[in-house]
């Protein structure tokens, strides 16, 4: 199985802050590979997909970027409503594999 | 619009079984696979299962190889978990979500339906 590693696993920001969070696959995924937001209570919501595809609808703020073993989520300028738990996922295989995830707090 | 609708959750003895349902709208079933990912108290996404588009193959996790199955029923627009010898390690919020079409992502998630294994 592949395993997803993230880094860090929580970040205090304040709001317009850029924040990078990484995700590191075991073995190589091509581009297959999506990020997702995760409000507590809530269902996660598809932000990236294919690495660097923005999701209809996802601000522009959000980037991706990456190939191969090593991607980058990139939140330009931070919002209120960007504090959250963020996921990487890999499609290159299955199992299907989540990151621990990365908590965004409030600095 | 796009909708997911879990049901079946409950409270279980370890050892026993219960099935999970997700009921889909808005868009063309027999076109997308299915997924169920599962989340424990406080813990990160563990995904589950994938039923293809048309039924023809599934995909478990290693955890649940052997004691879940998944399943569509095209008729009604659903799709199933069964989940045999549960364990107190099965407690979560289980979620059904739709592939994304060429299967790199989970596109759509419904609300989640929670499952308590404990005796």
């Known amino acids: 199985d592949i395993q997803m590693t993230q880094s860090p696993s929580s970040v205090s920001a304040s709001v317009g802050d850029r924040v990078t969070i990484t995700c590191r696959a075991s073995?190589?995924?091509?581009?297959?590979l999506a990020w997702y937001q995760q409000k507590p209570g809530k269902a996660p919501k598809l932000l990236i997909y294919?690495?660097?595809s923005l999701q209809t609808g996802v601000p522009s703020r959000f980037s991706g970027s990456g190939s191969g073993t090593d991607f980058t989520l990139t939140i330009s300028s931070l919002q209120p409503e960007d504090f959250a738990t963020y996921y990487c996922?890999?499609?290159?295989?299955?199992?299907?594999?989540f990151g621990q995830g990365t908590k965004v707090e409030i600095k | 619009q796009v909708q997911l609708v879990e049901s079946g959750g409950g409270v279980v003895q370890p050892g026993t079984s219960l099935k999970v349902s997700c009921a889909a709208s808005?868009?063309?079933?027999?076109?997308?696979?299915i997924h169920w990912v599962r989340q424990a108290p406080g813990k990160g996404l563990e995904w589950v299962a994938i039923?293809?588009?048309?039924?023809?193959?599934?995909y478990y996790a290693d955890s649940v190889r052997g004691r879940f199955t998944i399943s569509r029923d095209s008729s009604r627009n659903t799709v199933s978990l069964q989940m045999n010898s549960l364990r107190a390690e099965d407690t979560a919020v289980y979620y059904c979500?739709?592939?994304?079409?060429?299967?790199?992502?989970?596109?759509?998630w419904g609300q989640g339906t929670l499952v308590t294994v404990s005796s």
């Open positions: 979500a739709r592939d994304c079409t060429g299967g790199s992502c989970l596109d759509y």
């Open positions: 808005g868009f063309t079933f027999n076109s997308y696979g």
């Open positions: 039923v293809w588009h048309d039924g023809s193959n599934q």
């Open positions: 073995q190589g995924v091509s581009s297959w």
């Open positions: 294919d690495a660097s």
């Open positions: 996922q890999q499609a290159n295989s299955f199992p299907r594999t």
